[in-house]
């Protein structure tokens, strides 16, 4: 069992890391967000969890729309009103560690990146998103903190590049039981079915990379994926969390609420204490053999099929800021590293970022589009 520690405590399946993430659900109000901080803590988890967002370091303005309760929104312009200053995460971290819990935030980029390292944080997390984002890696592994790495929508390929520009999964630890990198299997669909689980992948990525491991659940069902998970040796659990699932946040639809959370949080601490055999054969007994087993999965690392269509479409790669027209020198500006969110179409894969400036661009390339090797 390979342990995952923060501080100095100590996280593994007999004694998991509990995550509630926030996201932006707090919409910019600060007593929200520190009502939804207190409401997470009385609800038992040991960490909050934040997305720092400024909307020009995730996505063009012509990403699209996404549906909302309230109708159609441009996403990047609801991106655009959830941004704010250094102050307001701050303040957010002074409060959860007043409260006892660790303090994360994600960072999508440079600007963002560089604020949160400035409020030492004692934790780092990357979203499945930028899991290729190769520059924000490594800015992140400069850090030297612990760092949960989301693995959706990827292949074992994907996360072998990610934990080599990381560096050593060991480095930073200070025993063969401890890891610096947890890897956090997740399924990018919202909301993911448990049947897409695959839970004995837990074992195989923790075999491969030598890391401990977790699980970013995107599913609805409160107890069946996080229990589960812990009987297959997850040391961290991540599940979204609100106030109320009709409030107008981007993932309140899928987050749980506070009673939702605590019934995880309890099956959780019981999977931990009861151990895999017990915990696999209760759910098994209240839940049914064969989707136990279904949830449970082959072991192998492969995409999930409600998130296979989604590859390449939710990670990063390069994107003409601009109109650029066939005959071009592209400069620096003219391209970002942007996740192409399914309406556009993907670009280089961001490691090939330092050798744009100065190519010829040999055909139109839309603003917002990809910035393909035949376009250079």
Same mark, same amino acid.
């Given at each position: 069992m390979? $342990?995952?520690?923060?501080?100095?405590r100590i996280?593994? #399946? @007999?004694?998991? %890391?509990? =995550?509630?993430?926030?996201?932006?659900?707090?919409?910019?109000?600060?007593? $929200?967000?520190?009502? *939804?901080?207190?409401?997470?803590?009385e609800?038992?988890?040991?960490?909050? !969890?934040?997305?720092?967002? /400024?909307?020009?370091?995730i996505?063009?303005?012509?990403?699209?729309?996404?549906?909302? +309760?309230?109708?159609?929104?441009?996403?990047?312009?609801?991106? $655009?009103?959830?941004? $704010?200053? #250094?102050?307001?995460?701050a303040?957010?971290?002074?409060?959860?560690?007043?409260?006892?819990? %660790?303090?994360?935030?994600?960072?999508?980029? +440079? !600007?963002?990146?560089?604020?949160?390292?400035?409020?030492?944080?004692?934790?780092? !997390?990357?979203?499945?998103?930028?899991?290729?984002?190769?520059? %924000?890696?490594?800015?992140?592994?400069?850090?030297?903190?612990?760092?949960?790495?989301?693995?959706?929508?990827?292949?074992?390929?994907?996360?072998?590049?990610?934990?080599?520009?990381?560096?050593?999964?060991?480095k930073?630890?200070? #025993?063969?039981?401890?890891?610096?990198v947890?890897?956090?299997?997740?399924?990018?669909?919202? +909301?993911?079915?448990?049947?897409?689980?695959?839970?004995?992948?837990?074992?195989?990525?923790?075999?491969? /990379? &030598?890391?401990?491991?977790?699980?970013?659940?995107?599913?609805?069902?409160?107890?069946?994926?996080?229990?589960?998970?812990?009987?297959?040796?997850?040391?961290?659990?991540?599940?979204?969390f609100c106030?109320?699932? #009709?409030?107008?946040?981007?993932?309140?639809?899928?987050?749980?609420?506070p009673?939702? /959370?605590?019934? *995880?949080?309890?099956?959780?601490?019981?999977a931990?204490?009861?151990?895999?055999?017990?915990?696999? *054969?209760?759910? @098994?007994?209240?839940?049914?053999?064969?989707?136990?087993?279904?949830?449970?999965?082959?072991?192998?690392?492969?995409?999930?099929?409600?998130?296979?269509?989604?590859y390449?479409?939710t990670?990063?790669?390069?994107?003409?800021?601009?109109?650029?027209?066939?005959?071009?020198?592209?400069? =620096?500006?003219?391209f970002?590293?942007?996740?192409?969110? @399914?309406? %556009?179409?993907?670009?280089l894969?961001?490691?090939?970022?330092?050798?744009?400036?100065?190519?010829?661009?040999?055909?139109?390339?839309?603003? &917002?589009?990809?910035?393909?090797?035949?376009?250079?």
């Amino acid at each position: 069992m390979i $342990k995952f520690k923060v501080e100095n405590r100590i996280y593994s #399946s @007999k004694c998991p %890391l509990i =995550i509630a993430e926030l996201g932006t659900s707090h919409n910019g109000d600060i007593k $929200k967000a520190k009502e *939804m901080i207190t409401a997470a803590a009385e609800a038992g988890a040991g960490c909050t !969890k934040f997305q720092m967002v /400024f909307a020009d370091e995730i996505l063009h303005p012509n990403t699209g729309f996404v549906n909302l +309760p309230g109708g159609k929104v441009r996403l990047y312009d609801r991106f $655009k009103a959830l941004e $704010k200053s #250094s102050d307001f995460y701050a303040e957010l971290k002074e409060y959860a560690e007043s409260t006892g819990l %660790l303090f994360l935030c994600t960072p999508f980029g +440079p !600007k963002s990146a560089k604020i949160l390292r400035d409020l030492q944080p004692k934790i780092a !997390k990357i979203a499945s998103p930028e899991l290729n984002f190769t520059s %924000l890696l490594k800015e992140i592994s400069c850090w030297a903190l612990p760092i949960l790495l989301s693995c959706g929508v990827s292949y074992l390929s994907d996360i072998d590049k990610a934990i080599r520009i990381l560096g050593n999964a060991k480095k930073g630890a200070e #025993s063969p039981e401890t890891g610096q990198v947890c890897l956090l299997h997740c399924v990018t669909a919202y +909301p993911a079915p448990e049947i897409d689980y695959n839970l004995r992948v837990l074992q195989s990525l923790s075999t491969v /990379f &030598g890391t401990p491991v977790g699980v970013s659940d995107h599913s609805l069902d409160p107890r069946l994926i996080p229990a589960l998970a812990v009987s297959m040796g997850a040391a961290v659990i991540e599940k979204h969390f609100c106030l109320s699932r #009709s409030d107008p946040g981007l993932d309140d639809p899928i987050a749980l609420p506070p009673d939702q /959370f605590s019934l *995880m949080t309890e099956a959780v601490r019981h999977a931990a204490k009861a151990g895999p055999e017990e915990t696999i *054969m209760a759910y @098994k007994r209240e839940m049914g053999e064969e989707l136990v087993e279904q949830v449970l999965g082959n072991g192998k690392k492969e995409l999930a099929p409600s998130e296979k269509q989604n590859y390449r479409f939710t990670n990063r790669s390069i994107h003409a800021l601009r109109d650029i027209n066939k005959g071009e020198i592209i400069q =620096i500006g003219d391209f970002a590293v942007l996740r192409t969110e @399914k309406n %556009l179409r993907p670009g280089l894969e961001p490691c090939f970022e330092a050798l744009i400036e100065g190519r010829t661009a040999l055909n139109f390339i839309p603003a &917002g589009e990809g910035i393909r090797f035949q376009d250079i």
